[in-house]
């Protein structure tokens, strides 16, 4: 067998169109895909016991032959039933399956089986209820049924069965194809296992210590392999001296500024002077900028657009969102059409003829600030003359979408904006190929957030004090873990929330928000807040980023123990931005003691890195038979918070091989490997 590791599945004898295309769906095209596409969960099948050694409600293997089968249905429900009995010369179990048709043709008198479940014992019997099964054909389907387990993400279509052998075989016949790209040196340092191994480990651990060492090797190869892309960015970038000359002394920045209703703060003087520093020579910026929720992040972008529109270029500024999209584009209306500068909105949900007309705009050039969603990155946009690259709540893009952006333009400057703050020493090693700026005060005039946490006994006065805050000017943010209800859980929808409030608080004015609705509905909804029509938004955490009422003076968050601390940081940053303190109502059902112990951080701390820490602090170690296994951020092992120590070896380690081994940048294999990396789309994402 022989082959590229990079060849697309369809090269396995099995799968074709159809199949692959089904694959695709969970991101998997080609060998490589697969050998790092991981199990969701293990199910943990190493006790095998004989049937005389069962014990009730332990779970256990057993291997046995049928002795008998019969299948019926029964007529009220219509459900099928399957029953069988086996025997392994220690005695008997009888099994039961409902609802898997078409058993009693697999399963005959004589076949021998293993199961998998866990034993009930009653009336002289010991039964199995649904157990897990295979089928025993050759002597390697006991290894194959037995020991730590994968249970694949599946898709429909494709049955978790399938997958799973799809897995091992693919596996079994192409990790001689993986190559080692890490220098024996780093990996008896860093005691790491061998990149075979590892791939092993993650799919066939033999033990929770071998699926630990599995999953730092591969969280390492990952820090590692973006360490030296980001390292390889930032040497180019410095290299370049071809980007636009921006510079703030043009007559539509002074104009902008000068129209501003507000004083600068100083630091957004401070951050305007770095920004400037590196664009006013020509050198590609390459800049994050983090501050606070309400710091003022947006009149940067601003100014920067308006300067670079004195130098001829045009700028994009990429949100999340329609919403955010929206709210950006309303403030370059106001601020920018003051300096004389045309903005336009690009989103999805657009009629043609207007995008159209918007497309042409921004093709000749005469649109000179877009803003809009990734809409922009979509075919057909094409730029005159692309000079900056804004991306607002940058957490929420991947790697490839900044690329995408990027790529519009010729050595475009980058601004990527967030509020979601990462504490330092992980930034550092995330963002090493930019340079990291910070607004560290707010906006003169800003109330300090008051955040209380109660219960459900307290409903009552916290729906007297939201009539008195409506009456005296304040508007009420409340938000709810999910849009619908699920019988599944105790959460409180959305819509049962809104009918609630409307019946007790209707007067008020009610609206709701979620993800699900139209663009035109949300805005309508939205609209309806900002002028006050309605005095409650009720919503999902749609609401969460970035939006921008002067008003909103309250926050309710319901089941606020669902959500990371960042993340109710981000949440309580909507509101105290106008005239009135704000109030954060973190809104449990029962104060008990666990929930209060991390909300309790939200009590006393109201800066946003001192709580990114806590987070960070707050999330223990990865179990294996945890439900979570996989990396946020886009890594597929990697936690960038959880292997912080990891992240930072891999970063010295990067350094150390670039200055020391050049010749691997020389090695097509390596360069693909790096190619092919960087193509995971990575976010650096704090949600919990
Ligand atoms: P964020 O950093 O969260 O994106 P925004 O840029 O949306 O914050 O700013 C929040 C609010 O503060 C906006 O209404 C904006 O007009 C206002 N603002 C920004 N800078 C100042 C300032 N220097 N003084 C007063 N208000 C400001
Ligand atoms: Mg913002």
């Not at 099995?14 to 695709?24: D, H």
């Not at 191994?197 to 590692?224: C, N, T, V």
């Not at 770095?274 to 940067?300: A, C, E, N, W, Y």
């Not at 008020?508 to 005095?535: A, C, P, V, W």
Request: include cysteine.
């Amino acid at each position: 067998m022989t082959g590229d590791i990079y060849r697309p599945v369809t090269n396995i004898k099995g799968i074709g169109p159809g199949r692959a295309r089904l694959l695709e769906k969970l991101g998997i095209f080609t060998i490589n895909d697969a050998l790092w596409f991981f199990p969701r969960k293990y199910v943990d099948r190493r006790e095998i016991r004989k049937i005389s050694e069962l014990r009730e409600n332990e779970s256990s293997v057993v291997i046995a032959r049928i002795i008998s089968v019969s299948s019926k249905r029964s007529f009220r429900s219509g459900t099928y039933i399957c029953l069988c009995e086996a025997k392994d010369g220690t005695g008997t179990v009888s099994i039961v399956w409902f609802n898997r048709k078409g058993l009693d043709n697999i399963l005959k008198q004589g076949t021998p089986i293993a199961i998998s479940g866990h034993p009930s014992f009653g009336n002289g019997k010991i039964e199995f209820s649904n157990p897990d099964f295979e089928v025993l054909k050759n002597s390697s389907d006991v290894d194959k049924f037995t020991g730590i387990v994968p249970v694949y993400p599946s898709t429909s279509g494709l049955s978790a069965r399938w997958l799973q052998t799809l897995m091992s075989r693919i596996l079994e016949e192409n990790i001689p194809l993986v190559s080692e790209y890490i220098p024996d040196s780093i990996i008896e340092k860093r005691g790491l296992l061998g990149i075979r191994e590892a791939i092993i480990g993650m799919h066939r651990p033999d033990s929770e210590e071998h699926w630990q060492a599995s999953r730092k090797r591969l969280a390492y190869e990952e820090f590692y392999f973006l360490q030296i892309s980001l390292i390889l960015r930032r040497e180019r970038l410095k290299k370049s001296n071809e980007a636009a000359k921006i510079k703030p002394t043009g007559s539509s920045f002074l104009k902008f500024i000068e129209s501003l209703p507000f004083e600068l703060t100083d630091s957004q003087k401070a951050v305007f002077t770095q920004v400037f520093k590196d664009t006013k020579d020509g050198h590609p910026m390459s800049r994050l900028l983090q501050g606070d929720v309400g710091s003022g992040k947006t009149v940067i972008a601003l100014g920067l657009a308006a300067a670079g529109a004195d130098a001829g270029i045009q700028t994009a500024v990429m949100a999340p969102t329609e919403i955010l999209a929206e709210q950006l584009y309303s403030q370059a209306q106001k601020l920018l059409h003051h300096a004389g500068i045309t903005s336009v909105l690009l989103k999805g949900g657009q009629g043609r003829p207007e995008r159209i007309h918007l497309i042409r705009s921004i093709k000749t050039g005469q649109a000179q600030v877009v803003v809009g969603t990734h809409a922009m990155i979509q075919e057909g946009v094409e730029f005159d003359n692309l000079g900056i690259v804004i991306i607002d709540e940058q957490q929420r893009f991947g790697v490839m979408q900044r690329g995408e952006m990027l790529s519009r333009g010729k050595n475009p400057h980058l601004l990527m904006m967030s509020a979601t703050p990462i504490p330092r020493t992980v930034a550092v090693c995330l963002f090493g190929d930019m340079d990291v700026s910070f607004i560290t005060e707010k906006p003169e005039g800003r109330k300090k957030i008051e955040t209380r946490l109660i219960d459900l006994t307290k409903i009552r006065d916290l729906m007297q004090f939201i009539i008195n805050e409506s009456a005296a000017g304040g508007r009420v943010y409340w938000i709810c873990p999910r849009v619908e209800d699920d019988m599944a859980d105790q959460l409180v929808s959305v819509g049962k929330r809104y009918a609630f409030l409307k019946k007790h608080l209707g007067p008020l004015g009610i609206g709701y928000i979620h993800g699900q609705m139209s663009g035109n509905d949300k805005n309508s909804e939205l609209g309806k807040f900002r002028d006050g029509t309605t005095k409650v938004l009720v919503g999902t955490t749609v609401l969460e980023v970035g939006l921008d009422v002067p008003e909103a003076s309250v926050v309710v968050i319901e089941s606020p123990e669902r959500y990371g601390l960042s993340q109710l940081h981000q949440l309580r940053g909507r509101i105290g931005r106008g005239f009135r303190r704000g109030v954060c109502v973190l809104f449990v059902n029962k104060t008990g003691d666990d929930v209060a112990e991390r909300l309790k951080v939200m009590l006393k701390v109201s800066d946003g890195f001192k709580i990114a820490e806590a987070d960070f602090l707050l999330r223990g170690p990865g179990k294996i038979l945890g439900l979570k296994q996989h990396g946020a951020a886009g890594f597929k092992v990697a936690d960038i918070f959880r292997d912080s120590e990891l992240l930072k070896y891999a970063k010295e380690d990067a350094e150390w091989l670039i200055s020391h081994s050049t010749f691997l940048l020389n090695d097509p294999e390596f360069m693909k490997k790096l190619y092919v990396f960087q193509k995971n789309d990575f976010k650096v994402s704090f949600d919990a």
